[in-house]
């Protein structure tokens, strides 16, 4: 991404703001490596998200990825920015207007970009819709692990449900029978439109 952003030759805090991105995997690994509980890696995530000040040069790292992905990459991004497509304004002002700046919501072109630039998988659900094609996907690409739920206007989380005792018993013996492990995992799939995958 840092030669691609230095090709675009703009001027901006990508150096600074990586740091921060680079700083939050490395504690994020940390956390993931100790022993402690699910629970308390949660909390530390929790407390760490919890102020825009510590958490406001990643989201600025997150939102110049997404501009400096779809400027390189215009010809996959351009027919879906109206905006850009009917030659309103051009690509990159669209990016410094509507990608870059803090606290503007993020649309579903720039969700595939992030997902395409970080290379992670995203599943996605809507109100209005219900099913929603993933993100990111393909052969050859695990299943998403992330689900974000689109309201109409936002995207926000969704947190899978941490299992109760007797379910996890329940699933981890049925992990014991490699006849029932296929029949389960078809149960488990999530049911989808015809010709979407």
């Known amino acids: 991404m840092s030669?691609?952003?230095?090709?675009?030759?703009?001027?901006?805090?990508?150096?600074?703001t990586s740091r921060a991105f680079e700083?939050?995997?490395e504690k994020v690994m940390r956390w993931k490596g100790t022993e402690s509980t699910s629970s308390?890696?949660?909390?530390?995530l929790l407390q760490f998200f919890s102020t825009y000040e510590k958490t406001q040069d990643i989201f600025a790292f997150l939102r110049l990825l997404v501009a400096i992905h779809i400027?390189?990459?215009s010809e996959e991004y351009v027919p879906h920015i109206p905006e850009v497509d009917e030659g309103n304004c051009s690509l990159e002002v669209w990016c410094f207007e509507q990608v870059i700046p803090a606290r503007v919501d993020a649309d579903h072109v720039m969700l595939v970009a992030l997902a395409t630039a970080?290379?992670?998988p995203l599943r996605t659900e809507s109100f209005q819709q219900g099913y929603a094609r993933d993100i990111y996907t393909g052969p050859g690409f695990p299943r998403p692990n992330v689900t974000l739920l689109?309201?109409?206007n936002h995207y926000n989380i969704i947190y899978p449900r941490a299992p109760s005792a007797e379910s996890s018993s329940h699933q981890a013996s049925?992990?014991?029978d490699p006849a029932d492990q296929s029949s389960s995992h078809q149960a488990s799939q999530r049911e989808e439109?015809?010709?979407?995958?």
């Open 3 to 16: 030669v691609q952003h230095a090709n675009l030759g703009w001027n901006s805090e990508f150096s600074r």
């Open 23 to 25: 700083e939050l995997i």
């Open 40 to 44: 308390c890696r949660k909390e530390e």
């Open 71 to 73: 400027c390189s990459h």
């Open 118 to 120: 970080l290379e992670v």
């Open 150 to 152: 689109y309201t109409g």
């Open 174 to 176: 049925k992990r014991e």
């Open 193 to 197: 439109p015809a010709g979407q995958s």
